[in-house]
């Protein structure tokens, strides 16, 4: 289920809930060592770690580090020794570092797995200089992160389908009474609305982003108007919204298309009826009619032979 907040709502959440004021430097006991857990989450963060100059600071890693994988910005001030297959980087600072340079450490792990490295960022404590900073890693594969990525690609694509059906549904007819016939002028005395099954004399070309299972074709016996209506099912990968639609005779007689109606939207997986209205003169709706139906965007089409009116 999607969860939507307005506008004025969610301000109102970020102004009456006031974020906790938080320190630049976390308090923690420098006398001993202290431990960071990196996940893929926090990866991309930069990590703090005290220094001061004289005083050698020991980053140790679970994970053997990349041969060359170690990179100190701004590192003329600090000397570094690297020992990769144990996982172990030492600084030692020399002498205070420029104010304004940057201090960050990247280490790079050799293992393949995500999170595939960290940065630290350094800052100058004369105060509580740190001896000893711990890394225990919880890696994840490549193939992990991409399958999650594909989930939550397609759980976004589907909360966009529940969108768009529940606020945005396609302008067109809406369920209506007797009356509302009559009054339109579809029903007269004598005259009426006739239908016809098509469904056993169409054709669609296979892998088509929908699969037709009902087809009905319409005829208002007092106006110059036919319709088809097809029940259909999303076999695609993708949502699917009618934009357009043709319908061409096999003579090469073009119907013109007053409306164009899909009863909600088309989710991968999911059964709608689209509903194609058309005007016809007497003259014009004999014969068979192909049926061509456009996705929003153009990119797919669906082709339906064989329509014919009753």
């Known amino acids: 289920m999607c969860t939507l907040l307005t506008a004025p709502l969610l301000l109102a959440l970020l102004v009456s809930t006031p974020a906790p004021a938080r320190p630049l430097l976390e308090e923690w006991d420098t006398s001993g060592a202290r431990h960071v857990e990196l996940t893929a989450e926090n990866a991309g963060e930069q990590h703090l770690v005290r220094i001061r100059p004289h005083q050698s600071t020991t980053l140790v890693f679970d994970t053997p580090l990349r041969p060359g994988g170690v990179q100190v910005a701004g590192g003329q001030w600090v000397k570094v020794a690297v020992n990769e297959a144990e996982g172990m980087v030492m600084l030692l600072p020399e002498e205070a570092p420029p104010p304004d340079g940057p201090l960050t450490v990247m280490v790079r ?9 960290v940065t630290f960022r350094l800052v100058v404590d004369p105060l509580r200089a740190e001896h000893q900073v711990r890394v225990f890693r919880q890696p994840r594969s490549g193939e992990s992160l991409h ?4 989930q939550q690609r ?3 694509e589907r909360c966009e389908a529940t ?3 529940e606020r ?5 007819p809406r369920p209506g009474s007797l009356a509302d016939l009559l009054g339109a002028g579809l029903v007269e005395r004598g005259k009426a609305v006739v239908a016809q099954n098509i469904l056993p004399f169409i054709t669609q070309r296979p892998g088509a982003p929908l699969l037709v299972s009902t087809a ?14 097809l029940g259909v099912k999303n076999t695609s990968a993708l949502p699917w919204t009618t934009e357009g639609a043709e319908l061409v005779s096999t003579d090469g007689i073009r119907l013109r298309v007053t409306r164009v ?3 909600e939207a088309l989710i991968p997986g999911d059964l709608a009826r689209l509903v194609v209205e058309a005007e016809s003169p007497v003259e014009q709706f004999q014969g068979t009619f192909l049926l061509h139906l456009v996705d929003a ?4 089409t669906l082709t339906v032979r064989g329509v014919t009116f009753p």
């Not at 792990?109 to 490295?117: C, L």
């Not at 399958?147 to 594909?150: A, D, N, Q, W």
């Not at 005829?219 to 319709?227: F, H, I, L, P, S």
């Not at 965007?297 to 797919?300: E, I, L, Q, S, T």
């Open 109 to 117: 792990f050799s293992d393949g797995q995500v999170p595939a490295g």
């Open 147 to 150: 399958l999650e990525s594909r």
């Open 154 to 156: 397609e759980r976004a």
């Open 163 to 165: 969108l768009a059906r």
């Open 168 to 172: 945005a549904r396609p302008e067109g």
């Open 216 to 229: 009905w074709s319409y005829r208002a016996e007092n106006q110059n108007q036919v319709a088809v209506e």
């Open 261 to 263: 109606w899909q009863s």
């Open 297 to 300: 965007g153009g990119a797919r």
